[in-house]
């Protein structure tokens, strides 16, 4: 008898073990209550620590998932070179680097197509002389934000982690 009142509690606890585990995972995998919302902040040109960013993007979702992010990635001043043209380069005296090679932009695509948002600044756009159709890489209007340094406290407000790789 006592055996069996033990097997019976063991079953209990293995089936509400399964119950918990099961509830646990779906509840990570809702973005709606476990979405981490971070922005990432690039400002600078340097090539090769602009890619170092996307990685670090790319290996973020990596260990979260897409579906449990909300990422925004937001270029002000130098670090427009991310998305402007090497043919706009000579144009555009006031950037030493144009970063949208098609290595570049492939990640970038691989990026969005994940969900992650890139917000250019307006400021910046104009105060360079940038043309947005011409010079940048697939940057729409929705895209464009009145100004890079108040989009990241805007998003900080918004209970954004902030992010410099």
């Known amino acids: 008898m006592k ?3 033990f097997l019976v509690a063991l079953a209990t606890i293995a ?3 399964t119950l918990f585990s099961a509830q646990a995972t779906a509840a990570s995998a809702d973005p709606g209550t476990t979405a981490q919302k971070v ?5 600078y040109d340097d090539p090769k620590l602009q890619a170092a960013a996307l990685r670090n ?3 973020h979702i990596n260990a979260v998932g897409a579906e449990n992010l909300d990422v925004k990635v937001v270029l002000h001043g130098n670090g427009l070179a991310l998305l402007l ?7 555009l005296p006031k950037f030493k680097h144009a970063n949208a090679t098609q290595d570049m932009t492939a990640r ?29 890489y697939y ?3 929705a895209d464009i ?7 990241l406290a805007i998003l900080q407000a918004q209970g954004y982690a902030y992010i410099k790789p």
């Open 15 to 17: 089936g509400m073990t």
């Open 108 to 136: 970038i695509d691989g990026l969005r197509d994940q969900g992650i948002q890139f917000q250019v600044c307006a400021n910046t756009i104009k105060g360079r002389s940038v043309d947005q159709a011409d010079d940048l």
């Open 39 to 43: 922005v990432y902040h690039i400002n």
């Open 85 to 91: 043209d090497p043919d706009s380069l000579e144009r």
């Open 3 to 5: 055996k069996i009142r």
């Open 139 to 141: 940057v729409e209007e």
């Open 57 to 59: 993007v790319q290996n």
């Open 145 to 151: 934000v009145p100004s890079g340094v108040a989009q």
